[in-house]
């Protein structure tokens, strides 16, 4: 059996973003996010290891802006590590995830505890 290491939950929601990567803007829908990544439907000119940058507009007057890097890429789903956010984006993030959570208590909680561990 293999041991999950994700230190963060995954909420499914599914919402069109857009990807830009390699000067081009991509439009995905996501299949679930988390406060350290997103996955979303897989486009043939994604690579791995290449940095992005995910735009979702939640609604006229609030879209965030997260500069990510491609980790991987299939035909159906690509799966992206977020790396930078600003702390306005970061909030909005983080209540998106609460609202959608089953139990937004969880997602507070894993602030607690640091999602990646230096070496």
Do not use: W
Not at 57 to 73: F, M, P, Q, W, Y
Not at 86 to 106: C, G
């Amino acid at each position: 059996m293999i041991k999950d290491r994700r230190k963060r939950t995954r909420v499914p929601v599914v919402f069109d973003v857009s990807i830009l990567s390699q000067g081009k803007k991509i439009k995905v829908k996501t299949s679930n996010i988390s406060l350290t990544g997103i996955s979303c439907t897989g486009h043939p000119q994604f690579r791995a290891k290449e940095p992005c940058e995910i735009i979702m507009a939640l609604n006229e007057d609030t879209c965030l802006h997260i500069s990510g890097k491609i980790l991987r890429v299939d035909e159906k789903e690509t799966t992206i590590v977020f790396l930078f956010m600003s702390e306005d984006t970061f909030f909005h993030l983080k209540r998106l995830l609460q609202y959608n959570a089953v139990d937004a208590d969880v997602i507070e909680k894993e602030l607690q505890n640091p999602a990646f561990i230096r070496q």
